[in-house]
């Protein structure tokens, strides 16, 4: 019996399901050329989570770490969702119950044309004042006090990125909305995240437990590999396309008269 191809085994469960929630990590938008996080030339192989993504750092230095924002910023203002994104806004195309779970900050799936996009960890396009929450979009303005740090217009309260940092709860209707997801899920995918982050890297082990096929899409093993019915060690931006492929062809063959 040959051996199925796991991109086709993958289509058919998709194509049979009702409920599929996808969790995306920073490897989906590698192929756009953002770095990731734990890569061995990525963001924490330069700087350090504890000064850069937590309220301690950005209070011991904020103007480094707003600096650090502004400059990530600017590399999502200057690259475009690849294949992976636009396969996945595909996938939604086809199977309307999607949901995708992102713990990236970069808003590619959104430009790549995804709707249902829980961003768990926040995005770096918006502000938050980081005394009274609120939120404004659009550039920080350079900051009216002394320091010159971007303020509040409400409180004067000193504006931060609208992200999650480390020890910060997530967004409480997001990530319940999530953990919903993951839980009706038939299919789960988990793509291009090392799992290491809680409590997004759970979510994989919630659909599970409610009997998801759980499905890893990365190039390299990770903490979850060993709890999924498969792993397929391809880049986001090769498998999806060519498994969203494989679902049409379905689809389409399931529409022919027999
Ligand atoms: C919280 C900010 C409650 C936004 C980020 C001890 C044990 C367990 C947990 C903890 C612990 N101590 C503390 C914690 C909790 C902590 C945590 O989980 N720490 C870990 C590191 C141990 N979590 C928190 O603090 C969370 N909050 O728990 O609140 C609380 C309250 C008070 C006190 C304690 C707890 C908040 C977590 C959010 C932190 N914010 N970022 C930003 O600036 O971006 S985390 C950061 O990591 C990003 O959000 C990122 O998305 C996330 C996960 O990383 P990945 O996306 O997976 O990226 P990574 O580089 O790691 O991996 C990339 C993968 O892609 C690799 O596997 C690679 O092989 C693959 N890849 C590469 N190229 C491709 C590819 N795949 C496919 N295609 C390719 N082409
Ligand atoms: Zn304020």
């Known amino acids: 019996m040959p051996e ?3 991109l086709d085994s993958v289509a058919g469960r998709l194509a049979e399901a009702r409920h599929v929630a996808v969790l995306t990590g920073a490897g989906v938008s590698a192929e756009s050329g953002v ?26 230095n904020p103007q480094r770490v707003l600096e650090w924002y502004r400059h990530r910023r600017e590399v999502i203002d200057g690259v475009e969702p690849n294949a992976g994104h636009r396969a996945l806004a595909e996938l939604q195309r086809w199977i309307p119950g999607v949901t995708v779970i992102t713990q990236n900050v970069d808003r590619l799936h959104q430009r790549a044309g995804s709707r249902t996009v829980l961003e768990v960890h926040g995005n770096l396009v918006e502000n938050r004042c980081s005394v009274c929450g609120d939120v404004d979009a659009g550039e920080p303005r350079t900051g009216d006090g002394p320091d010159g740090l971007p303020r509040c217009r409400q409180c004067d309260g000193l504006l931060r990125p609208n992200v999650v940092w480390f020890g910060e709860d997530l967004p409480e209707d997001v990530f319940g909305a999530a953990e919903e997801a993951a839980s009706d899920a038939d299919v789960f995918l988990s793509i291009g995240t090392s799992a290491e982050v809680y409590p997004a890297a759970g979510l ?18 990770t903490s979850l590999s060993q709890y999924v019915h498969h792993s397929i060690r391809m880049t986001s931006g090769t498998a999806l396309p060519a498994i969203v492929e494989r679902l049409v062809e379905f689809r389409q063959q399931s529409r022919q008269p027999s």
């Not at 990731?36 to 011991?60: I, N, V, Y």
């Not at 998801?212 to 990365?218: D, K, L, Q, T």
């Open 4 to 6: 199925t191809d796991p």
């Open 35 to 60: 770095a990731t996080f734990r890569d061995p030339d990525g963001l924490w192989a330069k700087f350090s989570p504890q000064e850069l993504a937590s309220m301690d750092g950005f209070l011991a």
């Open 204 to 221: 994989p082990l919630l659909a599970r437990r409610h009997g998801a096929f759980v499905v890893e899409i990365n190039p390299n093993v």
